[in-house]
C-alpha cells in the first residue's frame, strides 16, 4: 500500500514539476493541466486515445519488468519493439495469430542477441541493447525504403498489414499477458528462480539455479514482451510500418515498470497512467503548440522522484 | 587500403573529436567507481546550451563555457543520486539520458531557430580537435597516473574504504571526477553544435554509448581510450568514404554502421578483462 502512495505521489510531483516548467516559460500552468487531463481523460475519444497508447506501454512496461527481476539490464525494448513489428508485418499474411507469434519470436531472438554477446563475449547487456536499438531503428529504416516499401513507392512506408486487430483489440492481450506474467513469477518454480536470480545470483547458484540459463530465459521472454508489443500496435493501430514507428514506447517501458516498482499487475496501472500521459501531452502539442516531450520529461522525473523516495526508505530502515 | 586509410584518417580524427573527449571525461568517472550511463544526455545537454550561449555571446570561448556548464548541470544531478543517495547509477543514467531528451526538445521548441542553428560554424571552435587529441590526454595522464589525488581517485574505484582509512574524502574525489568529466564532455557536446550547424533534437545518436564502450575496450587505460576512439574514427570515415563512392550500398545501412562497429568492438574485448573493483558501487 505504502509503494502504492509513493507511485501516486511521484507521478502528481512530476507532472507538477511539467506545469511549473511550461509557466517558467511563459505558458498559464492552469492552461496547461487542463489540456493534459482534457486531453487525455476528459471525453471517450481521448479515453480511447489513452487506452491505445497504454497497450505498448502496458508490454514494454512488463518487458522491463521481467529483465530487472532477473537483475538484467533490457535498455532495449526499443529495437526489439520493432523488430517485432517487422516480423508480424511480413508474418501478417497468415493471419493475426502468426503474425503475433512471430512478432514475440523476432522480440526475443533480438534480445538474445545481446544474451549471446554477454555470455561468450563478456559485453554488458545495458550497451550492447542499446546500440541493438540504434541497428533496428536503420533497419526499419532501410526496410521501409527498400525491400518493404508500399507498391506505389511513394512514401517510406510498407503497404498495410495481411491481418488487424480490432483497434483496441490489444488491450484485453496486454492485460493478460501482464497476469500470465504475475502468475508465472509468483506461482511457478521458474519465476522463483527468475527473482532469486535477480535478488543475489551467488546465492541462487548456491540454490541449484542455473543463472546463465536463467538470465538467458528471463532476457528472451523480456524480448518476446516487447516484440508483441510492437506487433499489436502495427496490427491495431498503425497497421503500416514507417521511419518513426516505434515512437520511444521501449524506453518509456522503463519509467513504467519502475512506477509500477517492477510488478506486472501494478504494471497495468503504470501503463494507464503514462498512456495518459503521452496521449495528454499530444494534445498539449496540438492545441498550445508545446512540445510532446514533456512526456518523456515527465517520465524521468517520475524515476528520479522514486529513486530519491527508495533512499529515504532504505536510510530508514537501516539508520546509518 | 592503407592508402585509403590514410586519406581518411584526418576526416576520422577531426570526426571522432567529440568521441574522444567523450572517453576521456567516462574514463575519470569510471577510473572513481562510477558508472555514468547519463553521459549521452550530457552532450546533448551542452549542445544545446553551448550553441544559445555562442549565438548570444558570438564568441566560441563562451560558447564551450555554456557547453560545460550545461554538462555540469547534469554532473550535478547524477552526483546527487548516485554519490550520495547511493541510488542504482544505471536507472539513474537511464533516467538522466530521458530527462535530456525531453528537457532539451521541449526547451528547443520553445525557442525560435535562429538562436539553436547557424549557417557557419563558429569560428575558433577547431581548437577542440588539438585539444582533445594532445592537451586532454596529457594532462589526465599526468593527473591520474603521476598525482597523488589520481592514486586516491583510482583507490575510489578500486577499494574506497581504504581511501576513507587513509583519511580522505570519496564523496570529494568522486565529486571531482563528475567535474572532470562535466569539461569533458561540455566540450564534445558544444562541439558537437558549434563545429557544425547548431543543435537538432537528439543529435548526439548515441555517442554517449560509444564512449563507454571503448572505455571498456580500453581497458579503463588512457591508451587503451586512445587507441579504440581512433579505431573507431577510421571505421566511421571509412563509412563517409562508402557512402561517398558507392552509392549503391543503401543509406541506412550505412548509418547502422557505427553501432554495429561498437558491437563488435564490446565483443572484442577478448581475454581477461578487469573493471575498477568498486565500479557502479
Known sequence: ?320 | MAELILEVLPLAIVASTPLLLAVQGELVVQRGGMINLGLEGMMLVAALTSILSARASESALLGFAGGIAGAALIALVFGVFAIHLHADQIVTGTAINLLAVGATSFVYRELPPSLVTQLVAIQGSTAIVPLAWLVFPIVLAIVLWRTSFGLRLRACGENPSAVVAAGHSVVAHRWLALGIESIAAGLAGGYLSLAYSGFAENMTTGRGFFALSIVIFGRWKLRGALAGTALFGIAAALQYALQASARDVPYHLLLAMPYVVTLLILCGVAGKVRPPESLGR
Not at chain 1, 514506447?249 to 512506477?259: D, F, H, Q, T
Request: glycine share 10%; hydrophobic share 55%.
Open chain 1, 1 to 320: 500500500m505504502r509503494r502504492l502512495a509513493y507511485g501516486v505521489v511521484a507521478a502528481i510531483i512530476a507532472i507538477a514539476l511539467i506545469a511549473l516548467a511550461g509557466a517558467a516559460l511563459g505558458h498559464s500552468p492552469r492552461q496547461l493541466l487542463s489540456i493534459l487531463v482534457n486531453g487525455s481523460i476528459g471525453s471517450s475519444f481521448a479515453i480511447e486515445g489513452t487506452l491505445l497508447k497504454s497497450v505498448p506501454l502496458l508490454l514494454t512496461g512488463l518487458s522491463v519488468a521481467i529483465a530487472f527481476r532477473a537483475g538484467v539490464w533490457n535498455i532495449g525494448g526499443e529495437g526489439q519493439f520493432i523488430v517485432g513489428a517487422l516480423a508480424a508485418f511480413l508474418a501478417s499474411r497468415f493471419g493475426v495469430v502468426a503474425s503475433l507469434a512471430a512478432a514475440m519470436l523476432a522480440g526475443a531472438a533480438w534480445s538474445s542477441i545481446a544474451t549471446a554477446m554477454r555470455m561468450w563475449r563478456n559485453a554488458p547487456e545495458v550497451l550492447t541493447t542499446i546500440l541493438l536499438n540504434f541497428i533496428a531503428i536503420q533497419l526499419l529504416g532501410w526496410c521501409v525504403n527498400g525491400p518493404m516499401q508500399e507498391s506505389v513507392r511513394q512514401y517510406p512506408q510498407t503497404d498495410t498489414a495481411g491481418a488487424a486487430l480490432p483497434s483496441l483489440g490489444g488491450l484485453p492481450i496486454a492485460i493478460v499477458a501482464c497476469v500470465v506474467a504475475w502468475w508465472m513469477l509468483y506461482r511457478t518454480a521458474e519465476g522463483l528462480r527468475l527473482r532469486a536470480t535477480g535478488f543475489n545470483p551467488f546465492a541462487a547458484r548456491w540454490a541449484g539455479v542455473n543463472v546463465s540459463a536463467q538470465i538467458a530465459r528471463a532476457m528472451a521472454i523480456s524480448g518476446a514482451a516487447a516484440g508483441l508489443a510492437g506487433g499489436i500496435e502495427l496490427l491495431g493501430v498503425t497497421h503500416r510500418l514507417f521511419e518513426r514507428f516505434a515512437a520511444g514506447y521501449g524506453y518509456s517501458g522503463i519509467a513504467v515498470a519502475l512506477l509500477a516498482n517492477l510488478h506486472p499487475l501494478a504494471t497495468i496501472l503504470s501503463g494507464l497512467f503514462f498512456g495518459a500521459l503521452v496521449t495528454g501531452a499530444g494534445e498539449l502539442q496540438r492545441t498550445a503548440n508545446i512540445s510532446a516531450a514533456v512526456a518523456t520529461l515527465a517520465q524521468a522525473i517520475v524515476i528520479l522522484i522514486l529513486i530519491v523516495f527508495g533512499a529515504i526508505e532504505k536510510r530508514r530502515r537501516w539508520p546509518s
